[in-house]
C-alpha cells in the first residue's frame, strides 16, 4: 500500500522499475519499522513490506558447478524453463553493433572472445560489463584444442581468461568454455574441468555463410531450426560477432519471443545451479 505519492530511493529517482540500478541502496533506505511498514524520509511516504521493488542482481550469478557437472559438454541446456541461451562467438568484427542490437532489445547473452584480441577493444569489453553482460572463455590461440597435448590445452584456456581479466577484473570467464569451433573430446573436456570450465556447445548456429540477408539469417535459425525442434526451449544459439549478424539478430530475437521464447544469458539459462 503505497501513500503519498512516488517511491522514492537516494537517487530521487523512482524505485519502481529500477531494477538492476546499482545507485539505489535500498537495504539502507528501507529498514521496515516495527510494524512491517517501510519509512523513507520523505514525509508522508509510506510503503507496506510486501510492496517493496525485488532488486535483480545486474549480472546473475555464475553457476558454481562440481567436477562432474564440469566434465559433462553440453550443446543444450536445461529445458525446464522457455529460455534460449544466447552466446555470441569470436568478436573479431562489428563488437559495437552486436552489443548495440542486444541493448536495443533489452537482451542479455555471453560473449566468448578471443583472448588474443582482448586487448585490442577494451573499451567493448568495459562497456559490456558496465550492461550488465558476461563473458565466457573462448582459449587464448582460438586454435583446435583437440589437437594440443594436456598442458597446451590449459595454458591456452588459463591465457585466455587471464587476457580477459588484465583488461577488466570483471571479465570472468569460467566455468564457461567454448572450444573454439566446438572441437572437443574427452581430454578437451577434462582438461577444462581441471581449472574450473565445462565445455558449452550450441545446438542451434548458422551464421557462417558468406552472404546472407537478415531475413533469411532468420528463416536460418527460426524456422529451420527452432520451429523443427520437439522441444526448444534450453536450447543454445550460437551467433558470431560482424554486421550482418547484428542486423539479423533483432529479427531473431523478435522471432523467438513471437514464439514464447526468450533469449538470455548462459548464467540466467542455468541459474540455480541447472545442469
Ligand atoms: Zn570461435
Redesign the pocket.
Known amino acids: 500500500m503505497l501513500t503519498g505519492g512516488a517511491i522514492l530511493g537516494l537517487t530521487g529517482r523512482p524505485v519502481s522499475g529500477s531494477e538492476g540500478d546499482e545507485k539505489l541502496t535500498i537495504g539502507s533506505v528501507f529498514q521496515p519499522d516495527p510494524d512491517g511498514k517501510y519509512r523513507i524520509g520523505i514525509p508522508g511516504i509510506v510503503v507496506d513490506k510486501g510492496e517493496l521493488p525485488s532488486r535483480s542482481p545486474l549480472i546473475t550469478e555464475r553457476p558454481n558447478w562440481p567436477k562432474e557437472v564440469l566434465l559433462k559438454s553440453i550443446r543444450q541446456g536445461p529445458a525446464d524453463r522457455p529460455l534460449i541461451g544466447l552466446t555470441v562467438?569470436?568478436a573479431f568484427l562489428a563488437r559495437g553493433e552486436v552489443l548495440d542490437a542486444l541493448v536495443s532489445k533489452n537482451v542479455k547473452a555471453t560473449f566468448?572472445m578471443?583472448g588474443r584480441i582482448a586487448a585490442s577493444d577494451p573499451g567493448f569489453i568495459k562497456r559490456a560489463l558496465d550492461l550488465g553482460y558476461e563473458f565466457g572463455n573462448?582459449t587464448f590461440s582460438?586454435g583446435d584444442l583437440t589437437r594440443m597435448t594436456p598442458d597446451q590445452m590449459r595454458v591456452d584456456i588459463k591465457r585466455g581468461q587471464e587476457a580477459m581479466l588484465a583488461v577488466d577484473a570483471r571479465a570472468q570467464t569460467a566455468p564457461f568454455l567454448?572450444p573454439?569451433?566446438g572441437a572437443r573430446n574427452s581430454a578437451t573436456d577434462l582438461a577444462g574441468a581441471d581449472m574450473g570450465f565445462r565445455s558449452i556447445n550450441w545446438n542451434v548456429s548458422g551464421d557462417t555463410g558468406a552472404t546472407y540477408t537478415s531475413d533469411q539469417l532468420v528463416r536460418l535459425y527460426l524456422n529451420d531450426q527452432i520451429d523443427k525442434m520437439k522441444n526448444p526451449w534450453g536450447s543454445i544459439l550460437l551467433i558470431?560477432f560482424n554486421a550482418r549478424t547484428a542486423s539479423g539478430l533483432l529479427g531473431i530475437i523478435d522471432g523467438l519471443r513471437v514464439r514464447n521464447l526468450e533469449p538470455v544469458s548462459l548464467s540466467k539459462l542455468f541459474e540455480g545451479d541447472r545442469i
Request: proline share 10%; charged share 30%.
Open positions: 562467438d569470436d566468448f578471443i573462448h582460438h567454448r573454439p569451433g558470431h
